[in-house]
């Protein structure tokens, strides 16, 4: 960030008044830019006893699969922002979405929110983000070719669960030690 | 959002290429500014019998009660995000955090995201942004003067839970009719 958005001067990064971190501040206005984390939404789908995945058209992680997921927007709630990812990377109806997992990747400032739910047909192909939508029993998935840890998470969750048979909302944190 | 952030030009509303939704797009340098929901991290404490509540010291809803919380920092993970606030607002030392409530709020854009914990002494005190802090019974709760309405629904979840003796996770959304 190097100008203002509401008066387009530079800003400044500075501890604001009764603050404790850095903000840009704006020079002239003096309004506060705050920057806080994202949610990125998603679902793993179910349709018997396989699971829907899509490789990824882009960057990051080119070629790599994933579960259907992305940011969410302003004005929907978590779940509208799942079956919506879900529609547009797999062109996949869904039914009966639950909470499953909820997990936060500090580094990069996500939360990833991702959604159990019924792959209610077989009628999925690939929206443009996506090379390819495919289901994959357990012991098919790519898992060295997963494009990011909260997938894997979910997965593993998942078939640890199944075999459970109870799907309990679980709640977790990727941290990574950062270059000193 | 009047001024590009980077570049200082001037941005319009539209619909770029390959989006279906309007952006701030810079007229100069291309930008597109991307605007996301915001999450909102807080505590329902129990000591005993009680539950923490904080009378606000703060805008909107100055003087009303509500559960210690806040908009997640960068590089937190939501439950270092809930005790930070618990913290400021309360100076409320906690343990055992479990997530409990996940509440999409779209017409404001933002999801609170709540978690169940125990308050560890009764060595708490009101923090800056808050007026008072004090421990409720269930019978004592100000009903007609909480502060927000994922406030009220937290609290009538673990009312009925605690009788039950389980405290599933429960992800819900309040929608509001806007005006036409
Ligand atoms: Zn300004
Ligand atoms: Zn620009």
Redesign the interface.
């Known amino acids: 960030?190097?100008?203002?958005?509401?008066?387009?001067a530079?800003?400044s990064l500075k501890i604001p008044e009764?603050d404790e971190?850095m903000r840009f501040v704006c020079d002239t206005c003096g309004m506060i830019?705050?920057?806080?984390?994202?949610?990125v939404a998603g679902v793993l789908s179910v349709r018997g006893e396989q699971v829907l995945l899509c490789r990824r058209a882009i960057a990051p992680r080119y070629g790599l699969w994933t579960l259907p997921a992305g940011?969410?927007?302003?004005?929907?709630?978590?779940?509208?922002a799942a079956a919506r990812e879900a529609h547009e990377e797999a062109n996949a109806t869904l039914r009966d979405l639950?909470?499953y997992t909820?997990i936060?990747v500090?580094?990069v400032?996500h939360?990833h929110?991702i959604y159990r739910c019924e792959l209610v047909s077989d009628d999925f192909a690939p929206g443009?983000e996506s090379l390819e939508t495919r289901l994959f029993h357990e012991h098919e998935i790519p898992w060295d070719e997963l494009a990011f840890h909260t997938v894997r998470k979910t997965l593993e969750c998942f078939f640890h669960d199944r075999k459970q048979g109870v799907f309990?909302?679980h709640?977790l944190?990727f941290?990574i030690a950062l270059p000193t």
Request: glycine share 4%.
């Open positions: 960030m190097n100008y203002c958005s509401d008066c387009g530079t800003v009764n971190r830019h705050y920057q806080n984390p994202k949610i940011f969410m927007e302003n004005g929907e709630t978590t779940d509208q639950r909470l909820v936060s500090p580094h400032s939360v929110v443009v309990p909302v709640n944190a941290t």
